[in-house]
Nanobody, 126 residues
Framework: QVQLVESGGRLVQAGGSLRLSCQVS????????MGWFRQSPGKERAFVAG????????SYADSVKGRFTISRDNTKNTVYLQMNSLTPEDTAVYYC???????????????????WGQGTQVTVSS
């Protein structure tokens, strides 16, 4: 069993920055491909960013490229999402997810991920 706990979401003004954290527990010494997704009311959960187990490969949704950065510190079992130049369109609940598979270095689809956190709310005011 893998537990994921997100933190760092809050209200921020447009143009501001936030760093989300995802604490991973439950499988000591095992590092999975990880991802961040977001979901706003009335919309499907959407891929934001993904990272392979070692942190050397990343992928981003076009809407966040150049503004968001995913990273991980395996010594702390934590995955981060640095978000800069935020806009009201970034308002959503952000979810951290783990993919318990190594058939691919990283994943972009919701169905590729097996474990999810409870989400953290990010609200960007104009």
């Amino acid at each position: 069993q893998v537990q994921l706990v997100e933190s760092g979401g809050r209200l921020v003004q447009a143009g501001g920055s936030l760093r989300l954290s995802c604490q991973v527990s439950g499988r000591s010494g095992v590092f999975f491909p990880m991802g961040w997704f977001r979901q706003s009311p009335g919309k499907e959960r959407a891929f934001v960013a993904g990272i392979n187990w070692g942190g050397g490969s990343t992928s981003y949704a076009d809407s966040v490229k150049g503004r968001f950065t995913i990273s991980r510190d395996n010594t702390k079992n934590t995955v981060y999402l640095q978000m800069n130049s935020l806009t009201p369109e970034d308002t959503a609940v952000y979810y951290c997810a783990a993919a318990r598979s190594y058939s691919s270095p990283l994943y972009t689809r919701v169905n590729d991920y097996t474990d999810w956190g409870q989400g953290t709310q990010v609200t960007v005011s104009s």
